[in-house]
Every structure is written in C-alpha cells, then in structure tokens.
C-alpha cells in the first residue's frame, strides 16, 4: 500500500515509452509480476494491479463451438473454461468472434436469426440450450459496449430488473434495500444516493455504464458479460469501472472483451487470444504477454498486426 | 457594407438572403393562422353572445332550433338565435372518443405486431399497406358504411323488441353511434398505426437487447422498454388522430343517422344502436343555408368550437410530451 502514500512522480510523454501504469482507488494492489520487464515479444505492459486469484471454481465449459451467420464462420470450434473467482478477457483485432462467443454465453446471439451454434456450452455442467432462455439470462448478465441505461430515473433502471424477476413487492420501498446494495456493488452509489430520480441518462458516461453494470448485478448473476464496456469512456471511468471488475470476481465469474491489450493485462487472470474465430491461445495473463507459446500471439501482443 | 463583394469570401450576405426568405415564409403562415381564428371567432361571437354559456347546454330539439335560425331574417321574419348545442356536442364526444380508444388499442397492438414480432416478410408487406389505408379518402369509408355496415347492423344485431323499447323517443335503422364509431376506428387506426410504428422503430437498440440480457423476456420488454420510450410518438399519433376525429364530416354526416339526438346510456346498452350528429357534419349539412345572418353565425360557432377542441387536444399532447422529455425518451 505504499505506492498510495505518494502521489507519482510526474513523467513527461515519451513516445517511445508505454503509458504508465495507474494507481487507482484503494483496492488497487500489485503482485508479484508488478512493473514487468519488456517482454520478449516486444510487449511492454503496464503495471498488473491484481492480486493473484484466492480460488477458481470452474462455471461455464465451452466446448467445440462453432458459431455460424449463414455461410461465414464466426467462431471455429473454441473450447475453454470459464471460472469464478477470476477475470477472463477475450482479445483479438476485430472481427475475429470474440463478441459473438461472448453474445452465444447468455444465448443473445439466437436473437440474429441467421445465427447456428454448434458445439455445446455448458453452465454448471448443464447444456444451456436446456435453460429456459430468460432463466438463463438472468445467470448470465451482459454489459455492452455502449452504456445504455433505460429512460427512466436511476432507481428505476435497477428496480426494473427485480420488478421483472417476478419480486412480489413491487414498492418502491421494499426495493430501496436491493437498489442500493447493487449500487453499492457497482460503486455508484455514493455519487447517486442524494438523487436517485434522477435520469440516468443525464448521468456522465462513467456512471451511466456503472449503472449499466449495476443493473446487471441486481439480477443476482453468476456469470458477468462485459463487452468492451471502456471503450466508449474516458481514462478515469476506465480505472474506476476496472477496479471494480477486479473486485467482483471472487463473487461472479466475468468474463470481458476488450481491445485493449493493456486493460486485458492489468485485470485479467486468464487471456484467450482468438484469432479469424480460430481460439489461437489460452493462458494466464502474465504467461500470454510475457511468454507467448504461440507466434501469431506474439506477434499480436508486441503490434505486428490488429 | 451588405452587397459588398469579395473576389475570395463571396458575397457577405448569401446565408442571410435564406434566413429572410424563410422568415418572411412563417411570418406569413403565421399571420394566415391568426387570421383565420379571428375571422371565426368574430363571425361566431354574436351566436355566442345571444346564448350565453347556454349554447353548450341542452334544451329543446336542435334541428328544430337549427331550422329556427336559418329561416329567420327572411320575409321580414326577426333573427332567432336560440340554439343549444349539447346533443352535438355528445355526439362529438362519444363518437370521438369512442373511436380513438378503440384505435389507440388497437393500434398499439398492430404497430407492436409489425415492429417486434412480425417476420421481416409480413412487416415489409404490413408498412406500406397501412401507409396506403391512412390515406384513403374518408368518403369511401362512409360509402362502405353506408352500404355494408348500416344495414348489417339494422337488420341483424338491433332486435325488434330493442327498436321497440324507444319507438316513441327515437328509430333505430342502424345509422348508429355503433356503426359511425367502427368507422371511424377503421379511419384512424392505420394513421395511428404507421406513427407508433415509426416511433417504436426509433427506440434505441441497445435498450432493447439491454432488457432482454437481463433474463426479461420478449413480451415484457416491448411494453416496459420499446412502448414506454415510444410514448411520445404514441402522444403524438393519437393527438393527430383526435384531429382527425373531430374534424371528420363526410363520413359521419353519411352513417351517424344525422339527427340531432343525444344517444342515451341510460336507455341501457342499446344506446349504441341509436343515431346521432357530431358537430362537424353538422356544418356540411347546413352549408346551404348561409344566407341568413344568425345562420351564419351559429355555423362559425360550431367552427369555433371545432377549432378551440383541435387547440386544445393539441396543446395536452405538447404538455404530456414534454412531461415524458424528463427520462430522456426520445
């Protein structure tokens, strides 16, 4: 905790250096790999703010899937675990199926009529094509890529998920506690509590996808998709809304697609590379942009290509 | 300096020019509007002013005080400017309303079937036939009316005990408040329709298939998400057919039995077979009785009226609209 009794010294922008790593918020810890070394690929990562995992606790199996909008393959027969109590990031240049393996966890891609999956995806060692989608929905919750909370006040955004998983108290009252505890987990909740009618959409772009995530995790998940969800924001809401990924991760399984190799190294424990739908690498987080076993993924992580 | 030429800026006032013209364009329409209200009011002020707050209420048979007022001023016979139009006034009420809580409904429902649920095949079939069935002339409708829909309903669903029961009051031939509100419905329902559908259309994506990632399903989503944010294109579907309702007059003056009757509910459910006259009928039919002064008069009233209704109809929809503004739905 030392690093937070100083403020950092001040650096003048080099382009040849990597941005530094950042500091933020009191949850922020390091560990061991903390200011890595230029890799061998050439990949110079910012700090790792993560602590190693305290437990992992396998959740959802994806197995051989391929998935398919009509004649083009968009995902080609991945298959990796997807565990509680970690953070896996989906990375890859765009267009290689990582948003559509991510959509096919909570069945959103059936919602693309054209969409064939194959292959199987299993939830607690149960196929979820057997869940009863809306169910399924509810255990797999997704953030996307751009906030879009409802028209509606802050508190009913979230009121709306409990209102519609059938609570019988639909009072406002008998909410409030609920609400404010998945604000609370979203870290939101502070900046909102004087004013919870208020619209969400006049929030800043940092909260509005706090709320988003907020509401996800009202729905109780155990499983959290994020699509990209910084990549619509400034550097500060980043930081807030990655720290907030790394703490969630003990209580649901996350899951994130991201562009930024730097975000997918800072958070992340375990890093699938995928490639045109091909799933080129699996591994953790320090072992895939440190020592990549395969060479497109190395090529990838130092910039060669993406 | 304005006209000065420069070889490299061009002409210093090129936007102004279009700023002016378009000005002068509302300034004109403007004017026209106001114009228009003050020629109504001011040729129905005396019929108001002779009645009083009268006008509104009931009393007496309306056709009689309309044949009254437009024989008066002839032959040297004096002005009668008694008039109370309270059974139009009904009328109007009960056939508009009736037709846009009918078509509101329903077409909710329709636009929800056509953007949500509808395969892409049946709804790029649905939207332009409902764009076609939004501007068919109304006169069509009224023949239809007429000839279908009138005799359906005097021979087969009035019974003869029913037409008994107010024999002495009123006879029921099947121009109805029925057959005028089905009509009517038929009328304004694809407008409706092709408003909300484009206003539901326009709801953001992303709070859609944000619902529905949550584990809410289609069904739920649509009314709670889709329909709420379109509201204000629902307002302002329904403020345009009210428009329409009211100002509707070929067609109601053909099917509503164009007697100055006020439909009685408390003659039971058959109420609805009886005839009656909205206000806006009431002027074509009396349109060739100009000449007489009161007549006059008492037409540009019922115009006022009309106008004041459209007047106000709109401006509820512009308060509900802006009230909807606060949450941000489009």
């Known amino acids: 905790m030392e690093s937070l009794s100083a403020p950092p010294p001040i650096r003048r922008l080099d382009p040849q250096d990597p941005p530094p790593a950042r500091e933020v918020g009191p949850g922020a810890t390091t560990n061991g790999n903390g200011g890595a070394a230029p890799a061998r690929g050439g990949f110079t990562a910012a700090k790792r703010r993560v602590a190693a995992p305290r437990f992992s606790i396998r959740r959802m199996e994806v197995d051989e899937v391929s998935i398919h909008y009509g004649a083009k393959a968009a995902v080609k027969g991945v298959s990796l675990p997807i565990r509680q109590g970690e953070v896996l990031a989906l990375i890859g240049p765009s267009g290689c199926g990582k948003t559509t393996l991510l959509r096919s966890l909570n069945r959103l891609t059936e919602l693309t009529a054209a969409a064939r999956l194959s292959g199987s995806i299993r939830l607690d060692d149960v196929d979820i094509r057997l869940i009863e989608p809306t169910l399924l929905r509810r255990r797999v919750t997704m953030v996307f890529q751009q906030p879009n909370p409802f028209p509606m006040s802050v508190f009913d955004n979230i009121a709306y998920v409990l209102r519609e998983q059938g609570s019988r108290r639909t009072k406002k009252k008998a909410l409030a506690p609920r609400v404010h505890s998945a604000l609370q987990r979203a870290g939101l909740f502070e900046e909102v509590k004087d004013n919870l009618s208020h619209p969400a959409l006049k929030l800043s772009g940092g909260q509005q996808q706090r709320l988003c995530i907020a509401r996800a995790l009202a729905a109780e998940p155990e499983v959290l998709l994020l699509d990209e969800p910084c990549s619509a924001l400034d550097p500060q809401s980043t930081a807030v809304i990655e720290d907030l990924i790394v703490k969630l991760r003990d209580d649901v399984a996350v899951v994130i697609v991201t562009h930024n190799l730097q975000q997918a190294y800072r958070i992340a424990d375990h890093v699938a590379f995928m490639y045109l739908g091909d799933l080129v690498e699996y591994n953790s987080a320090t072992r895939l942009f440190n020592a990549p076993a395969e060479e497109r993924t190395r090529e990838y992580v130092s910039g060669a290509f993406g | ?330």
């Not at chain 2, 020629?39 to 009083?52: E, K, L």
């Not at chain 2, 009328?91 to 509808?118: H, M, R, Y």
């Not at chain 2, 003056?253 to 806006?280: K, Q, T």
């Open chain 2, 1 to 330: 300096m304005e006209g000065e030429f420069h070889p490299e800026y061009g002409p210093k006032w090129s936007d102004q020019r279009v700023e002016r013209l378009l000005g002068a364009l509302v300034v004109f329409v403007v004017g026209l509007l106001l114009a228009m209200i003050a020629v109504v009011v001011a040729r129905a002020w005396p019929s108001f002013a002779h009645n009083g707050l009268a006008w509104f209420g009931a009393g007496g048979d309306v056709d009689d005080q309309l044949n009254a007022i437009s024989l008066s001023g002839q032959n040297g016979l004096d002005y009668v400017w008694t008039f109370h139009a309270w059974p139009l006034i009904w009328s109007t009420i009960l056939i508009t309303g009736g037709a846009v809580v009918c078509g509101l409904v329903s077409a909710l429902f329709v636009s929800v079937f056509i953007v949500e649920f509808a395969p892409t095949w049946m709804s790029n079939v649905l939207q332009p036939v409902v764009r076609f069935l939004a501007s068919v002339p109304s006169v069509i409708y009224g023949l239809l009316g007429v000839l279908v829909l009138v005799p359906f309903i005097g021979n087969h669903l009035v019974t003869e005990p029913e037409k008994a029961s107010v024999a002495g009051v009123i006879s029921l031939t099947g121009y109805s408040l029925l057959a005028a509100v089905i009509v009517l419905t038929i009328m304004i329902a694809p407008l409706m329709v092709s408003i909300f559908s484009d206003g539901l259309r326009a709801v953001k994506p992303g709070w859609v298939e944000g619902s529905l990632a949550l584990g809410v399903n289609r069904w739920r989503t649509t009314w709670k998400i889709a329909v709420r944010a379109a509201r204000p294109a629902i307002v302002a579907g329904t403020v345009l057919a009210v428009a329409r309702a009211i100002g509707e007059s070929v067609m109601l003056a053909m099917i509503s039995g164009s007697v100055g009757f006020p439909p009685n509910p408390a003659d039971g459910l058959i109420f609805i077979y009886e005839p009656s006259r909205p206000l806006a009928p009431t002027i074509v039919k009396n349109v060739d009785q100009l000449s007489s002064k009161p007549a006059n008069a008492t037409l540009f009233a019922i115009a006022a009226v009309l106008l004041f209704s459209a007047a106000l109809c709109s401006l509820a929809g512009w308060i509900a609209r802006r009230a909807m503004r606060k949450y941000g739905a489009a």
